[in-house]
């Protein structure tokens, strides 16, 4: 028996939720009392691999195929269930972002196994297996029973804290028994945004609604995410008005993130704007009218003019980072 | 080519959710139903393609899993522009058992080219795409922000963490979308309203395929603590709660 996560990679590297996939896995295994497995695909160096053992995994099983080089969701799936059955994983955690999104339905129904989606917690029970899970976009929680013998869960991302746990892990190559039958999806192109902090990786984010008033008042804005460290993101309207990148989009229809702070300028806090950012750990809102909903949602506020307090924000921030 | 469109039935995203029986399930009264967002994305791009001589998409179907009450949901769909719809007689409980019912739906017809919106704004899943597309052993992309036919050949744009690609797909194929695949929702004009009530829903019954999951009960989302507030002269105020608080910073 075992807890897999696919550990996905990026250029042969693991990101912070990759690890966070391992802290999470490490204490559902605990709570079955199993051990956990991770699955690599691709070429990733031994050292790198070893990393997870950082974080509870016990055996990392890597495999490498020259069909598995585009991402094929149905060919990955093969070879990822064919892991499963290997190791008999009696669950399955893949990270809720584009690629987890794409596979876990597919081993779904391979693994004949219940799945919730975009978990941020680990289960209350295991036996009947209940995890709780966000519905209606925030509106609601649903306690969730997976009523297969596999489960699989995705994990939002920044929803689990890092947790060490250094255990000896050891490293085994497997050899996938993939089919020719059907043509892999060909990449013609391929675009990556180049040092950007990326919206769903960010640990802070700001942000700004049609209260900035034009897109050439974003100065401030930016300078401020700076600052922070923190990746940049907008309302719909903004991203539609073309005043910033569609990619910046938060929301229902756009980007949902949770990010341990979000700072919300001139936004008003629609119900679809918060669907995006509801799982946020802090939202700092920023608005000139005392009765915008933001508030509702905001842990801290400032009532006044973004273009003036915008400016005071970030001389303050200044003077405590000198210190 | 033949493109389907799978519709979920969902409450109005502003509706605020309301709880009942101690959690149980969920208050519909007053609840207007709409076709998932997504879905009206996914469903606008189909009829463009369909409407562009030179995409060789000859047809626009809907399908949808639920109850005779979603028929309204349906002819909105019909009103928009799809040519005919399906509909599977069966209350879905969780994604296998919509996708199930839709695989029967797609096995017994010739589509080339199926599209699902990215999740239903009610359970927020994600997931009938790429079981159906599994279920039928057919190639999947998901993250799908762009879509061209050309003479019955699939051009995808699909979303990565930190970027994007562009992807030539093999019909039949089943595209997840998100935002990008069209601007704004096709508006149902009066003409489309008056033909969309001569247009077939072919309702078949629910063929056994069972749930895997269930929902044991419903919790209303966590109050957050009131808003705490700050004068708009003294952020340094701000900032120290969001380093001492908080810690966030
Ligand atoms: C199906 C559907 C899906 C949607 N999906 C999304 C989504 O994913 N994401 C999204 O964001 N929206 C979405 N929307 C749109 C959403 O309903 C709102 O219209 C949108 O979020 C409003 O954006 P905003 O807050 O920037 O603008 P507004 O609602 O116009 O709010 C601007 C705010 O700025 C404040 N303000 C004005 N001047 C100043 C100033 N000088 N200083 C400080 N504050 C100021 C105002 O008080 C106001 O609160 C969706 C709508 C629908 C129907």
Redesign the pocket.
Known sequence: MAVLIYAENWEGKFKKLTFELASYGAQLASMIQTQLVAVSIGEVADEELLKLGNYGVSKVISLNHPQLQSFDSRQITRAIAQVAEQVEASALVLSANNSGKALAPRLAVRLKAGIASGVNQLPTSISPFVVSKKVFSGGAFASLTINTTVKILTLLQNSMELKEQIVSCTIERFEPTLDGGLTSPKVLESHKHAGKILLSDAEIVVS??????SADNWAPLLELAELLNAATA?????SDEGWRPHDE??????KIIAPNLYIA?????????I??VSSSKCIVA????KS???FESAQYGIV????K?LPKLIDALKVIKNK | MNILVCISNVPD??VRIKLADNGATIDNTGIQWIIN?WDELALTRALELRDDPSSGVKQVSVAHVGLVGAEPTIRKALAIGADNAYRVNCDPADAFQTAACLASIVKNASFDLILCGIESSDYNGSNVGGMLAEMLDWVSVSGVSFLKVENGSITVNREIDGGRETLQVQSPCVCVVQKGIAKEPRIAAMRGIMQARTKTIAVSEWNGAESLTTVASYQPPKARPSCKFFDADSPEKLLEALQNEAKVI
Not at chain 1, 249 to 254: A, E, M
């Open positions: 700004g609604g049609r209260g900035m008033k907008c309302s719909r309207p903004i989009h938060t929301g229902q229809t756009g300028i001139g936004i008003s806090g629609a119900t679809q704007h669907a995006g920023i608005n000139n009218d915008a909903p933001i006044g003019d973004a273009a307090v | 995203t502003t967002p």
